[in-house]
T-cell receptor
């Protein structure tokens, strides 16, 4: 089946620094990718929809200047957490829809810890 | 707006027994899809089963089956012959149209399943 990769899988950074997370569709093209955030023992919450060739669409309450999304190509979307703070520590997961209505492929996730 | 409700924060089941995880949903869309995902402690999201709103029969995938009751807006997951490796978080999700020909998923809060030897 289709594969979505994420890099890095785990990152620890100091407060105030920026962190970039990459999401790649390895064997298919994705004009749209979704970024989710999951706090411990909670559900996945959609942060934004990344669109190739246009601006990302952010969910209500998500700061677009803090979570920068760039959909550079049909196989790559990046999420940059700018000026990270401890409250940004979370599990970030990307997903990309496949061609079928039941196809939604998830990356393995990135665990961010901000000290 | 779409809403997914999972009312069971945690469930226990004896190994080799069957278990039902509840999911109800709310949507005004005439066409929708319902997913179940398994999330082990590693964090990866593992697709289990899908049910389309117009599918006439309940979906089945190996030991997983979906008890789809459209009038009641429920899509419960049934796991037969539970195994120790089934211990994980289980999420119900609904596909909704997000514009520009794409769809997004809305997730329930999840149910933590623990299989007892």
């Amino acid at each position: 089946g289709a594969v979505v990769s994420q890099h890095p899988s785990r990152v620890i950074c100091k407060s105030g620094t920026s962190v970039k997370i990459e999401c790649r569709s390895l064997d298919f093209q994705a004009t749209t990718m979704f970024w989710y955030r999951q706090f411990p023992k909670q559900s996945l919450m959609l942060m934004a929809t990344s669109n190739e060739g246009s601006k990302a669409t952010y969910e209500q309450g998500v700061e677009k200047d803090k979570f920068l999304i760039n959909h550079a190509s049909l196989t790559l979307s990046t999420l940059t957490v700018t000026s990270a703070h401890p409250e940004d520590s979370s599990f970030y997961i990307c997903s990309a829809p496949g061609g079928g209505v039941n196809e939604q492929f998830f990356g393995p996730g990135t665990r961010l810890t901000v000290l | 707006a779409q809403k997914i409700t999972q009312t069971q924060p945690g469930m226990f089941v004896q190994e080799k027994e069957a278990v039902t995880l509840d999911c109800t949903y709310d949507t005004s869309d005439p066409s929708y899809g319902l997913f179940w995902y398994k999330q082990p402690s590693s964090g990866e999201m593992i697709f289990l089963i899908y049910q389309g709103s117009y599918d006439q029969q309940n979906a089945t995938e190996g030991r997983y089956s979906l008890n789809f009751q459209k009038a009641r807006k429920s899509a419960n997951l049934v796991i037969s012959a539970s195994q120790l490796g089934d211990s994980a978080m289980y999420f119900c999700a609904m596909r909704s149209y997000s514009g520009a020909g794409s769809y997004q998923l809305t997730f329930g809060k999840g149910t933590k399943l623990s299989v007892i030897p």
